[in-house]
């Protein structure tokens, strides 16, 4: 009887005591935001880096000007390990909290949380990652993708491959291979490939990479070898990066005709396969380096106090300054919410109408020290949560990511409607999806 | 001196056979559940229910799924990922072609699919013991695996290839679906596991049950005795499937809203496998101590390690997650090869005869 008491005990205390736990770090004047990361397992190499530049910028703006206009920002990380089950629990967690906004960092997470943002009111920002459909603001109010779905990122690597050959005329005949990581992320794209195929007559060759084999794509690239196609593109994310350009390298396929989407691109990625690696193409919507005077500021506040998790030496490498580049999508959505709604400490509510009239012209990234660092955010609305905004291509020289082609702007008119009817799709297979009822600030 | 069975005679062969026989056990369990229908849904906030009590109580079937294989019938087995995600995935196609169908039907009947599949891939388990057995049911989990990516029409030519939750109502509220309170969902969750806890503990006492043992304990022998081996060892792969399809449907339908195959992956096996070894082979309630410790101990670590005033990196905790529970394992198999539910058969043990041992 005694053990039995002390188990009723046991679980009335754990219930009084986990509220106790999760509601302990929300303040009035304060604005929440979580940042789900992954520093552990498979896809660290590429999740690290993008923590450290997300927490950096949020927390450097907190210790040079003491917040967004006045109000400090609560910035908690939650690890995820890049699985969907960690992240469903890092939601849940966070939820308590009133966070402003979700930033999933795994495709996998973001379908997941894609119908209950609604619910939650809370908006979920995958930045060109996620479900490319989401774009579609009228069907999805809550969730925002910008600065480009990866539908057009392979409309801008197509265009770019068109280019080298001399026009989209001479795709025709042309065998273009795609090697993907087999889960949400790499198929994501395969559909508009299709279409791609169909309408410019070029053959492609599907290399898909399952998750458990990301390290072990000898398989894949045999094939790739035997196929011998023109071209390559890379849907990768994690060790499966750093693999698979250490196999083309192997296979000598040549580096100038594989071409990543902007997640394959780490420092880390083409780094590991030396001077064989030189000519690796990927896309990219964020500048690389560390002369911006914003970067300056976070090694000046926090770096070289200490007071950042990230080395020195990695500070300015190109997923760092993605995770950069995320956070200031967060800090001018709250920002622009401050100034929607005349108050300081914003909800998720705000922050969704923050989102959604979100610009940052050129003059604003030079405000915000980040001079020609991004494309200008011009074309998020209310019906257009991406933007379709324009990235560039960059290449590996051995020691570097070197920018090499001007701003490439998507297909979009090409995509657009593609994305109405997967959109129109993903809501007719969900019986019951809610009909747009938040009023627009920024009409399209 | 509480707990004794002194003095409580029984008179009736019903007396004698009841589930708990004795009044202490019968007085606990009515305030375990007492507290699980009441006290958690009224005071649990909403992340403690779906978070932390929902996906207990499914792992915590799955694990029953799996003891009943492993732990009742001496079978190891290293496919409950794949049974599971059978489970998941044929209770989103039967909820997507008969969408009249109440989910809650479907939810039981996707279980069937899987017992199904479970026979199929039992059927070595004649030949084959022990470790071969085991890498043939490894083998299972990879084309199980494979099939979920591989086979579009599993995720009706979903271009995510993952699989999203209806929404579905019971008694007019929503049950699944982004809708859903945590507070319905827990109460669903709840009843269906309790309800097959009840039908395992009946299953594993009863004739089927001391076939199982038997076979566990000695196949040739039992063979001997007149049971027939074949038919016991697929009833016990049937049934072990069959609760792992059910909780492989309420994990997608009830917790995580939506899926990709990576969530039946080889290391979801693994998790399950680890909480029958540290709660207890061969014990229902072993099920439940071991789903509680391996599913919790992450989640409560870093909260718990912020109330002691240490603050640490979330990637640090996840670190020290890890360690801790490998070295729970570790220390288990050192220490109590039996698992949690033998700690608590001592404490039992202890307490009958307190305060006077002898």
Redesign the interface.
């Known amino acids: 009887?005694?053990?039995?008491g002390l188990?009723?005990g046991a679980?009335?205390a754990s219930?009084?005591v986990?509220?106790a736990?999760?509601?302990?770090a929300s303040a009035q004047d304060t604005i929440y935001v979580p940042l789900f990361?992954y520093?552990?397992g498979p896809f660290a190499g590429s999740g690290i880096p993008i923590a450290n530049g997300m927490s950096d910028y949020l927390n450097m703006l907190n210790e040079r000007d003491g917040g967004i206009n006045g109000v400090k920002l609560v910035v908690?990380?939650?690890?995820t390990?890049y699985?969907?089950?960690k992240g469903?629990?890092c939601y849940?967690?966070t939820?308590?909290k009133n966070p402003v906004i979700t930033n999933p960092y795994s495709?996998?997470i973001t379908?997941?949380l894609i119908?209950?943002a609604?619910?939650d009111k809370i908006p979920v920002l995958s930045m060109a990652y996620g479900?490319s459909a989401s774009a579609v603001g009228q069907s999805f109010p809550w969730v925002f993708n910008p600065p480009a779905t990866y539908w057009d990122g392979l409309s801008m690597i197509i265009k770019y491959i068109a280019d080298k050959e001399g026009g989209f005329a001479k795709l025709k005949g042309k065998t273009i291979g795609y090697i993907f990581f087999?889960?949400?992320y790499g198929?994501?794209p395969?559909?508009l490939l299709e279409i791609f195929a169909k309408k410019y007559g070029f053959e492609t060759k599907l290399y898909p990479v399952?998750?458990?084999e990301m390290q072990n794509q000898s398989g894949q690239w045999l094939n790739v070898r035997k196929d011998k196609p023109d071209w390559m593109i890379m849907w990768g994310w994690g060790a499966m990066n750093p693999t698979a350009v250490k196999e083309a390298a192997r296979i000598k396929f040549p580096m100038d005709k594989f071409v990543g989407i902007w997640w394959s691109g780490g420092d880390d990625d083409a780094r590991p396969a030396g001077d064989d690696a030189k000519g690796y193409l990927t896309l990219n919507f964020n500048g690389v380096g560390s002369q911006y005077p914003a970067v300056q500021d976070i090694i000046k506040h926090l770096v070289s106090k200490g007071k950042s998790?990230t080395q020195p030496d990695k500070v300015g490498e190109n997923l760092y300054n993605r995770g950069i580049y995320n956070s200031v999508l967060i800090a001018e959505a709250i920002r622009n919410a401050q100034k929607i709604t005349g108050k300081k400490v914003v909800t998720g509510e705000d922050v969704r109408r923050g989102l959604e009239s979100l610009t940052i012209t050129q003059a604003r990234w030079k405000e915000l020290g980040l001079e020609g660092f991004g494309a200008p955010i011009t074309n998020v609305n209310c019906t257009d949560h991406n933007g379709h905004h324009a990235a560039y291509m960059q290449q590996w020289d051995g020691k570097k990511w070197v920018k090499i082609t001007d701003w490439i702007a998507p297909l979009k008119d090409e995509v657009r409607p593609l994305l109405e009817a997967?959109a129109a799709d993903y809501v007719a297979?969900?019986?019951?999806w809610p009909k747009r009822t938040e009023s627009c600030d920024r009409p399209s | 001196m509480?707990?004794r069975e002194a003095g409580q005679f029984k008179t009736t062969y019903r007396a004698d056979m009841a589930t708990f026989p004795i009044t202490?056990d019968r007085?606990?369990i009515a305030?375990?559940l007492m507290?699980a229908f009441t006290?958690?849904p009224y005071?649990?906030?909403?992340?403690?229910l779906?978070?932390?009590m929902i996906?207990f109580l499914i792992f915590a079937l799955a694990a029953i799924g799996l003891n009943i294989l492993t732990g009742y019938t001496g079978l190891l087995s290293l496919g409950t990922g794949g049974f599971m995600g059978v489970g998941a995935y044929a209770c989103y196609k039967l909820a997507t072609i008969f969408?009249e169908v109440h989910i809650l039907i479907w939810v039981v009947t996707s279980g069937f699919v899987s017992a199904a599949v479970g026979i199929v891939f039992g059927l070595p388990s004649l030949r084959i013991k022990g470790f071969y057995l085991a890498v043939a049911t490894l083998a299972s989990q990879f084309f199980l695996?494979w099939c979920f990516?591989r086979i579009p029409w599993l995720v009706?030519y979903?271009?995510?290839?993952?699989i999203?939750v209806?929404?579905r109502t019971l008694f007019g509220v929503h049950v699944t679906?982004?809708?859903a309170t945590p507070h319905a969902r827990y109460f669903v969750v709840l009843a269906i596991v309790v309800a097959m806890t009840w039908l395992a503990s009946n299953l594993v006492r009863g004739r089927i049950g001391r076939m199982w043992m038997a076979v566990r304990d000695m196949d040739i022998a039992a063979e001997l005795m007149g049971i027939k081996l074949l038919n016991t060892k697929l009833l016990a792969f049937a049934v072990s499937s069959f609760y792992c399809g059910v909780a492989g449907a309420m994990l997608v339908f009830l917790?995580?809203?939506?899926?990709?195959?990576?969530?039946f992956?080889?290391n979801q096996s693994f998790a399950i496998l680890s909480m029958v070894i540290i709660g207890g082979l061969g014990s229902l309630l072993g099920s439940f101590l071991g789903a509680a410790l391996i599913f919790m101990l992450p989640?409560?670590l870093p909260?718990f390690l912020?109330?002691l005033g240490l603050s640490i990196?979330?990637?640090t905790?996840?670190?020290l997650s890890?360690m801790v529970i490998g070295a729970l394992i570790v220390f288990f198999l050192i220490v109590e090869p039996h698992g949690l539910a033998r700690l608590w058969q001592i404490?039992?043990q202890k307490?009958r005869v307190w305060p006077y041992p002898y």
């Open positions: 009887m005694r053990m039995k188990l009723v679980v009335l219930t009084a986990i509220p736990f999760v509601s302990s990361s520093r552990t908690e990380e939650c690890e390990g699985n969907t089950e469903v629990a849940e967690s939820k308590a495709t996998g379908l997941q119908p209950r609604s619910v479900l087999d889960g949400g198929r994501e395969l559909p399952p998750p458990a998790q997967a297979k969900n019986a019951g | 509480f707990y202490q007085i606990g305030i375990i507290v006290v958690i005071f649990g906030s909403n992340f403690f779906h978070a932390i996906p969408p695996s990516i009706n979903n271009v995510s290839n993952a999203e209806p929404r679906g982004p809708e917790y995580y809203g939506s899926a990709e195959a990576t969530a992956s080889i989640l409560l909260p912020g109330s990196q979330a990637a905790a996840e670190h890890f404490a039992k307490l």
